[in-house]
C-alpha cells in the first residue's frame, strides 16, 4: 500500500485495515487504528507505521477512543515463512519475554544485530521495542481486568521493574496504571472477586466476518476427552481446553456467539507471566490474525469454491493451541491420545468439570509410550531434531517430519498447516489447489464442507 491509500483507508475508517498499519498525528501526538471514529486529520499532518511499536518508538501515545493495541495481528506474519514473519510469531510467543534477544537471534540462527537491523529495517522498530508494546498491552488487560496488585501486573506482564512499568505505561497511554485502572472501573468489590472466579476475561479481536460455527464444528469433532470440551447448544458452545506454558498450565474458554468483530474468553493461569503466550496460542488456534477480505477476494473467483465462499464468508483455517501436540495426535489418532491423555497426561492440581489434565510432554511420550512410531516423534520433538515451536521453519520442519516412522507426506502437510499454522497448504497436492494461492489452507477447508 502506498500512503495516498492509507490515508483513504483513514477517511472512510476502513476496518479492513486494522492492525495491518496505524497512522500517528503529529499535531496530537497520537496514534490510532485506521477505523478510530474519531474526525479525519488533515493529510499533512498524519504519519504512517507499520507496526504500534514503531510508533511508540517516535513518541506517539495510543488514542483513548480506538484501543490501536488492541487490534487483530498482521496477516503477513502467517503468510510470511522468512526471518521476520518467524520473528514476528516468537515475540509475540514471549520468547524475548523470557529469553531475550539472544535467544530470539539463536533461535532464528542469525546474530542479534542482524535480528535488530532486519526488523527495524522491514517494521520501524527492533525486538525489544516490540516485545515491550506487547507487554504494555498485556498490563492493560491485567489492569482493567482483574484486581491483581500493580507490582504483581508489573512482572506478570514481562517487565524488569516496576519503574520500567510505570514509564512504559505513562509513555504509551499518557496515564498512570492507577488511572487507566480506574477508567475501566475495576478496581472495586464484585467486579474484582468476579475476575478472581470467573478468569481473565478477554475480548480477542479479529477482522472482518468469523465463520465461528465452523470452526467450533471442526473443534466439537476433534476433541480430545480430559484436557478439551465443547458445551452448550449451535450458535452458543463454549470451548474449553487446558494448556502446557512455559511457567505453568492453563484452562482456557472461548465462546463460539461472535459479539462483532471478537470472541469473548477467559483464561485461568497458574503463573500469570504465561498471559501473553496463552493469548497468541488461542490466536493461532481460532486463526483469529486472518485477512478474510484478501482470502475470500482470491477463492470466490474460483468456479468451483465461489458456492462456498458466498455461503461461508470469513470461513477460517484453525491452527494448534500445543504444535506439538497436534503432531503426535495426528500419528496417533483421537482414541490413543485419548489413552495417552489418562495414562502420561499431567493430572491438574484443580480439576474443572471435564478437564482434568495436560497433555503430555514430548519427553515424557519419548521415554513410556508404546510404539516405535510415537517414540520415535516424541525423541524427535524432545531432542529439537523437529521443531515446530512458534517462530519453526515450515520447510524445514515438513521436511524433517516424513523421515520419521509413520509420517508420510500428506500427514506431514497437515500438520505444517495445522501446527505452523501455514495458510498456503493442500496436504493431498490437488493441482487446481494452485490457483487458490497463497491461500490453499482456506480452499482446502471449503473444499471439505461443499
Known amino acids: 500500500m502506498d500512503e495516498r491509500t492509507r490515508y483513504e483507508a483513514v477517511s472512510s475508517r476502513d476496518a479492513r485495515f486494522d492492525g495491518v498499519f496505524f497512522f500517528a498525528v503529529e499535531t496530537t501526538g497520537i496514534y490510532c487504528r485506521p477505523s478510530c471514529p474519531a474526525v479525519t486529520p488533515k493529510r499533512q499532518n498524519v504519519r504512517f507505521y507499520p507496526t504500534a511499536a514503531a510508533a511508540q518508538g517516535n513518541g506517539f501515545r495510543a488514542c483513548r477512543r480506538c484501543r490501536p493495541d488492541a487490534v487483530p495481528g498482521s496477516a503477513d506474519w502467517n503468510v510470511r515463512a522468512d526471518a521476520v514473519g518467524r520473528a514476528m510469531r516468537m515475540i ?100 474484582v472477586r468476579e475476575a478472581r472466579t470467573t478468569g481473565i476475561p478477554l475480548r480477542l479481536a479479529h477482522r472482518g466476518p468469523y465463520a465461528a460455527r465452523e470452526v467450533f464444528d471442526l473443534l466439537a469433532a476433534e476433541t480430545v476427552a480430559r484436557i478439551e470440551e465443547v458445551s452448550g ?80 464468508p470469513g470461513l477460517r483455517s484453525p491452527g494448534a493451541a500445543d504444535p506439538e501436540e497436534f503432531a503426535v495426535r495426528t500419528l496417533v489418532g483421537r482414541d490413543v491420545a485419548e489413552r495417552m491423555v489418562e495414562t502420561y497426561g499431567k493430572v491438574l492440581d484443580v480439576p474443572c468439570g471435564g478437564l482434568t489434565h495436560v497433555f503430555p510432554e514430548p519427553g ?87
Do not use: C, K
Open 92 to 191: 509475540g510467543d514471549g520468547v524475548v519475554d523470557r529469553e531475550g534477544v539472544p535467544g530470539l537471534a539463536h533461535r532464528l540462527g542469525y546474530s542479534s544485530r542482524q535480528v535488530q537491523r532486519q526488523l527495524n529495517a522491514e517494521l520501524g522498530a527492533g525486538p525489544v521495542a516490540l516485545a515491550r508494546a506487547q507487554r504494555a498491552h498485556t498490563a492493560r488487560v491485567l489492569l482493567q481486568t482483574t484486581g491483581l496488585p500493580v507490582t504483581e501486573i508489573a512482572f506478570a506482564s514481562g517487565f524488569a521493574s516496576v519503574r520500567q512499568f510505570n514509564d512504559t505505561i505513562r509513555q504509551i497511554y499518557a496515564r498512570t496504571p492507577s488511572a487507566l485502572r480506574a477508567e475501566a472501573g475495576t478496581g472495586l468489590g464484585a467486579a
Open 364 to 450: 515424557v511420550l519419548a521415554g513410556a509410550a508404546d510404539g516405535a512410531e510415537l517414540r520415535a516423534l516424541a525423541g524427535a520433538l524432545a531432542d529439537g531434531d523437529v521443531r515446530l515451536d512458534a517462530g519453526a521453519d515450515r520447510d524445514e520442519a515438513e521436511q524433517a517430519l516424513p523421515r520419521l516412522p509413520g509420517i508420510g507426506p500428506a500427514a506431514a502437510a497437515l500438520i505444517r498447516m495445522r501446527a505452523l499454522g501455514d495458510p498456503d497448504v493442500d496436504p493431498d497436492g490437488r493441482p487446481e489447489a494452485e490457483r487458490w494461492r497463497p491461500w490453499r489452507s482456506y480452499g482446502v477447508r471449503h473444499l471439505g464442507l461443499l
Open 233 to 312: 447448544a449451535a450458535g452458543a458452545r463454549t470451548y474449553r481446553r487446558t494448556l502446557r506454558l512455559p511457567y505453568g498450565t492453563g484452562i482456557v474458554a472461548v465462546d463460539e456467539r461472535s459479539a462483532g468483530s471478537w470472541l469473548d474468553a477467559r483464561i485461568h493461569l497458574t503463573d500469570l507471566r504465561d498471559l501473553t503466550t496463552a493469548v497468541q496460542r488461542l490466536r493461532r488456534l481460532f486463526d483469529l490474525d486472518a485477512d478474510p477480505y484478501a482470502v475470500d477476494e482470491r477463492l470466490g473467483a474460483d468456479p468451483l469454491l465461489a458456492p462456498g465462499v458466498a455461503a461461508r
